[in-house]
């Protein structure tokens, strides 16, 4: 079936720094990506919609500045967490929907732990 | 925008019993339905979903009932199993645009 990766499946970084997180169609593309986040005990919570080549849709309450999101090609987005804070500590979840079946998908989430 | 609403937030289970999970939904243009499955650090697994134009669909254990008049659906799960234990949600959505997630419940299947 269908394969969504996302790189880096955990980080530990420091307050003030910047982390990338990756999220790749490996044998589709799309061109549409979602990214979710996702706290303790929580739901996943929508914060943008990321369209191939075109700027990405924001969540109300989701900062554009500091949750940067790039959508250069049909097989790869990006989630750049920019100046990070303990408060940005969570699970960070893609999906990605399939161009030719409509079908959507999810990568394995990335933990992000800041300190 | 959409408003998922999925109670309760627990249940517990016998094992080999069966399990009934519920949502509502708030936007009545939503025509999609799927419910996932989340284990613990992982990501949401799609385990079944339903479209506006069906009322009911079964998938051996598994079942999902959509009443579009009463704007609820439905998870139901047979003969529940040990393996079953995990957090599901359910999800609406309109066409392609994003999901809309619940809140999730978290089962128990007691052995």
């Known amino acids: 079936g269908a394969v969504v990766s996302q790189h880096p499946s955990w980080v530990i970084c420091k307050s003030g720094t910047s982390v990338k997180i990756e999220c790749r169609s490996l044998d589709f593309q799309a061109t549409t990506m979602f990214w979710y986040r996702q706290f303790p005990k929580q739901s996943l919570m929508l914060m943008a919609t990321s369209n191939e080549g075109s700027k990405a849709t924001y969540e109300q309450g989701v900062e554009k500045d500091k949750f940067l999101i790039n959508h250069a090609s049909l097989t790869l987005s990006t989630l750049t967490v920019t100046s990070a804070h303990p408060e940005d500590s969570s699970f960070y979840i893609c999906?990605?929907?399939?161009?030719?079946?409509?079908?959507?998908?999810f990568g394995e989430g990335s933990r992000l732990t800041v300190l | 925008g959409e408003n998922v609403e999925q109670h309760p937030s627990t249940l517990s289970v016998q094992e080999g019993d069966s399990a009934v999970i519920k949502c509502t939904y708030s936007d009545s243009a939503s025509n999609y339905f799927p419910w996932y499955k989340q284990e613990l650090g992982k990501r949401p697994q799609l385990i079944i979903d339903i479209r506006s134009n069906v009322g009911e669909k079964k998938d051996q254990r598994i079942a999902v009932t959509l009443n579009k008049t009463a704007k609820h659906f439905s998870l139901h799960i047979t003969e529940t199993q040990p393996e079953d234990s995990a957090v599901y949600f359910c999800?609406?959505?309109?066409?392609?645009?994003?999901?809309?997630f619940g809140k999730g419940i978290t089962l128990s299947v007691r052995p």
């Open positions: 999906s990605a929907r399939s161009l030719n079946t409509g079908e959507l998908f």
């Open positions: 999800a609406a959505s309109i066409g392609s645009q994003w999901l809309t």
